[in-house]
């Protein structure tokens, strides 16, 4: 018997055990690997799968368009291609990378950098070039295969009916900021997004932007698309609301033809009967298309230029002083205090300069007005009339009539970043220079709009409104009404704002000044002066720290039943009365030319 034999049938007996054992184990983990794959992770790699097959292709919704009062389209939409990549299934190789760029005409950091960044949760698109050609697209289309996860998008783009037209107005679009994408992210924006920046556009933006959509297609594992997937519902994209405004294109295309000459002005033309904004011009403007492309940094210098500001809007969000015009509001204070009325003088005839305190104010007319009563003093401007209703009135005084006209409260327009402008009283004083730091001799100043008011035309527009609409006032509005898809018309009611603070006789006898202003041969307001319209109109000229003085020019008309009242404002254009005949040329328009044509 050999001994080694037991030995021999022991040891194979051990590795049996052993290798059972291991078939053992590995069988265990398989079973433990499907039960995890199939029941506990099932929800997973369900997902997992489907995003295999499935792509989803957003739907982008059409923009609101908006009109003017009439109807006529202002601002549309056309449809262009953007590129997009699905990270998902998107191979960041090199060579790919290399070669999408250069179809693009784009850098390769820049795609990379676009991967990196929307990684999760990878499988929504991610622009890379929007405004693409059909030929650029039909090339991605042909060679699926070579562009795997590389997919185009139909995206709308801003159209303007009537080029820069209203451009502060209608406002433009632009992709959403990092800041604004933090701001708004409850809304359901993503990086890329195209949303309102200035203007209607800005204001309106969450019903002007509509829902995008979603479609459900099935591709293939090189990202060939086979067809949809009837199992899953597309989402229709719902198309955003459209905006009517109050301004008339007609009347706004006269107003910008009148002031092309102009370099830097605001003007408004308003129903003084509801508020609503006829047309309103801001000087100088830009071309709200420029941003559908990618703007050079040359252009976005000249757009943010720091002594033209073509950005800023200056009918709502220029602040000014408000010049002689405010004399209006003075005059009308005056007759409410029984400080005079429409036939008293003051103590001191003008010559030109009065004494008050330790210093001499002075009258734009050196030579003076010598003694004058008060519609003569509103027709000719003369301050040293009005200083002499300040020293009556007080700071008190004059500050609660100048809050209760609206200044320095905005009017509540339907635009965006609207100024407030500033009324000083006592305690601004007391903060800006000391309790003694300062004098009674600063209402002079203010008696007259000059010193630290400031206003924006618009509020100007609103106080004159006032007085042509005997007392009542109207809160400003630039939107007629919105129009949601497939839902009721939205009205946007003309609002009352309150009434002036001021008697009828108050009103009446500032409103005689005005008449006098444009229709005495010897009044500042001369060139507003119509044979068959009867324009009451105040002149104003404000000082301007940081150069020539500000011209400014109110009007109404007729002044027996006030149709439209317009503000002009002019900068660093000198004397206000220079300019009274651009008030002029926008009245013919109106009366003789756009209501006969409208049959009003």
């Known amino acids: 018997m050999n001994p080694y034999a037991f030995k021999t049938d022991e040891e194979q007996n051990r590795k049996s055990i052993v290798l059972l054992l291991f078939i053992s184990l590995v069988f265990l983990f398989l079973i433990v690997r499907i039960i995890t794959i199939q029941i506990i992770d099932h929800e997973y790699y369900f997902r997992f799968s489907d995003k295999n097959r499935l792509r989803v292709v957003p739907e982008a919704a059409a923009r ?14 056309r449809t262009t291609y953007t590129i997009s990549i699905i990270p998902f299934e998107f191979p960041p190789d090199t060579p790919y990378v290399k070669k999408l760029a250069e179809l693009l005409s784009i850098k390769p950091e820049f795609i990379f950098e676009r991967y990196e960044k929307n990684l999760k949760p990878g499988y ?31 995206e709308h783009i801003r159209y303007y009916e009537y080029g820069k037209l209203a451009s502060h107005i209608v406002g433009y679009v632009g992709e959403i900021s990092p800041a604004e994408l933090r701001e708004r992210y409850r809304e359901g924006l993503r990086g890329g997004d195209m949303v309102g920046k200035q203007g209607v556009e800005r204001y309106f933006d969450n019903l002007l932007r509509g829902t995008d959509g979603a479609k459900f297609v099935e591709v293939t594992a090189t990202g060939e698309v086979i067809g949809p997937v009837k199992s899953l519902g597309d989402v229709p994209a719902q198309n955003g609301a459209d905006i009517i405004l109050t301004i008339d294109a007609s009347l706004q295309m006269a107003a910008e033809s009148i002031f092309t000459w102009v370099p830097e002005c605001a003007f408004i033309a308003i129903d003084p009967k509801n ?3 006829l047309a309103a011009v801001s000087l100088p ?6 941003f559908t492309e990618t703007i050079s940094d040359s252009t976005w210098e000249a757009l943010n230029n720091p002594e033209t500001h073509p950005m800023l809007c200056r009918w709502y969000q220029g602040l000014y002083p408000p010049a002689s015009p405010l004399k209006i509001m003075s005059a009308a204070a005056a007759v409410n205090e029984g400080i005079a009325n429409a036939n008293s003088y ?4 003008c010559y030109g300069a009065m004494r008050y305190g330790d210093r001499y104010f002075m009258c734009w007319n050196r030579y003076g007005h010598k003694s004058i009563n008060l519609l003569e003093a509103i027709a000719q401007s003369c301050d040293i009339y009005f200083y002499q209703v300040a020293i009556r009135l007080g700071l008190e005084k004059w500050h609660e009539y100048a809050t209760k006209c609206f200044f320095g409260i905005r009017t509540g327009i339907e635009l965006p970043f609207e100024a407030a402008g500033l009324v000083p009283d006592r305690d601004y004083y007391n903060w800006r220079f000391g309790r003694r730091g300062w004098g009674k001799g600063v209402l002079l100043n203010l008696i007259i ?25 109207w809160k400003p509005k630039i939107v007629k009404y919105i129009e949601p898809p497939l839902k009721h018309r939205i009205e946007i009611p003309s609002k009352m704002r309150g009434k002036l603070p001021f008697s009828k006789i108050a009103i009446k006898t500032s409103v005689d000044g005005m008449i006098r202003t444009v229709n005495e041969e010897w009044a500042t307001g001369t060139g507003a002066y119509m044979e ?27 002044a027996n039943q006030p149709e439209i009242v317009v503000v002009i404002l002019i900068e660093a254009g000198g004397s206000g009365g220079s300019y009274a005949f651009l008030a002029r040329q926008f009245f013919d328009y109106y009366f003789h030319y756009w209501k006969p044509e409208k049959n009003l």
Do not use: W, Y
């Open 64 to 77: 609101g368009k908006i009109f003017d009062r009439n109807g006529k389209l202002l601002v549309g939409n």
């Open 124 to 154: 929504l698109p991610v622009r890379l070039k929007r405004h693409v050609d059909f030929g650029t697209v039909s090339k991605i289309l042909e060679r699926t295969d070579e562009f795997p996860g590389v997919i185009f998008e139909n």
């Open 275 to 277: 508020g609503e904004i």
């Open 285 to 290: 403007d830009f071309d709200p298309s420029i």
């Open 346 to 349: 003051m103590p001191e005839p």
């Open 449 to 473: 709009g000059q010193g630290e008011i400031l206003t924006t035309p618009l509020q100007l527009c609103q106080m004159i409104c006032g007085f042509a609409n005997k007392g009542f006032v």
């Open 532 to 558: 068959d319209i009867l324009v009451a109109g105040k002149t104003g000229t404000a000082q301007n720290p940081h150069g020539p003085d500000h011209a400014l020019f109110v009007a109404f008309a007729p």
